[in-house]
């Protein structure tokens, strides 16, 4: 799951971005308005949920929420603010936020609000994937196949569930290596080369170690594909 975090207070972001990393979310963070729209224009389809800032530099909390609504965007969006009125909230609310948070808060309270919002849209996955004989689990952090009468559990990485997972929700396409690292490594970051040829070998050596040596084509040339039709039955 990736979430575009938009806070101009260092601090506060910065300690927003490190719990959210801890529960395995990737996040962009960014302090400006303005630059979290450069985001948001052209590929807001890319995260799953926001967190704005009420007051940024450049545009508002509440004028991205206005922007994102007048696209028609369906992305949950949490607005985060000191502002505690009544009619502060109505205002949020209207622009077309889907939840509000006053500061100071907990980050507890944060989490559950974020996994709320993951329940309840339809924009943001499932709990579990299962696709053939395999099983990915969102909550659990885990990944099982199924094989005749016995469940086996695979151990992954962090990075491995995250490939794994954005190539089971994509059976059958062709995804390149770009792709690939702009949906799985946060902006700012700088994987090397073959930061993505090397995850796709960590995995592979993984999932044949319980019979899915082929679950992920090389398309030379092109890309990668999961075909789920060559796992073990």
């Not at 885990?142 to 569930?161: D, N």
């Not at 702009?182 to 994987?191: D, I, R, S």
Request: with cysteine; hydrophobic share 40%; proline share 4%.
């Amino acid at each position: 799951m990736r979430i575009l975090l938009v806070e101009d207070e260092p601090d506060l972001g910065a300690a927003i971005q490190r719990v959210l990393k801890r529960e395995q979310y990737l996040v962009d963070w960014v302090q400006d308005g303005s630059e979290a729209w450069d985001y948001l224009d052209q590929q807001w389809v890319h995260y799953s949920l926001v967190i704005f800032d009420w007051m940024l530099p450049g545009l508002s909390g509440i004028e991205l929420c206005q922007r994102l609504r007048n696209r028609k965007a369906a992305l949950p969006i949490l607005i985060l603010t000191a502002k505690d009125r009544i009619e502060d909230r109505v205002i949020g609310l209207d622009a077309g936020a889907d939840d509000y948070l006053v500061k100071p808060f907990g980050m507890a309270e944060l989490l559950a609000r974020i996994r709320a919002l993951h329940r309840r849209s339809p924009q943001i996955q499932p709990q579990q994937l299962q696709v053939g004989n395999l099983t990915l689990d969102y909550g659990k952090h885990t990944v099982f196949c199924h094989q005749e009468s016995r469940q086996q559990s695979i151990s992954l990485t962090a990075k491995e569930f995250q490939v794994l997972a954005y190539f089971m929700q994509r059976p059958g396409q062709v995804l390149t290596s770009e792709q690939l690292v702009n949906q799985l490594w946060e902006v700012g970051t700088e994987p090397t080369s073959n930061a993505v040829a090397a995850q796709i070998r960590l995995l592979r050596r993984k999932l044949a170690e319980v019979g899915y040596d082929k679950l992920i084509e090389t398309v030379h040339g092109m890309g990668y594909r999961f075909n789920d039709a060559d796992a073990p039955q």
